[in-house]
Nanobody, 123 residues
């Protein structure tokens, strides 16, 4: 499975962005998805996850109520809608997939990773 993330950019504080992650390759297998982010010098941190069906979602406390993860399995695409962005949301955002039904908050639980997309929020 190959993952291609897109949608990052520069936005003012309080603004919105929508990230997309499109899968190609062996997408016939059920897989759960997640978004993580990383800033220089820090570990990659969990942002949001969604199970294969899209019924269950999980969020880091820091983004709960502002970010929404969703998926369109017909398009093999997972989205991260980010609203009310803050400067502390600035990071490289990575999408990930794991060959399991349920999502996970653990970075080591994922089998496949996208290349990352930069999100910069100005104050």
């Amino acid at each position: 499975v190959q993952l291609q993330a897109s949608g990052g950019g520069l936005v003012q504080g309080g603004g919105s962005l929508r990230l997309s992650c499109t899968a190609s390759g062996r997408t016939s297998s059920n897989y759960a998805s997640g978004w993580f982010r990383q800033v220089p010098g820090k570990d990659r941190e969990f942002v949001a996850a969604i199970n294969w069906s899209g019924i269950s979602t999980y969020y880091a406390d820091s983004v709960k109520g502002r970010f929404t993860i969703s998926r369109d399995n017909a398009k093999n695409t997972v989205y991260l809608q980010m609203n009310s962005l803050k400067p502390e949301d600035t990071a490289v955002y990575y999408c990930a997939a794991r060959t399991a039904y349920s999502g996970s908050t653990n970075v080591n639980a994922y089998d496949y990773w996208g290349q990352g997309t930069q999100v910069t929020v100005s104050s």
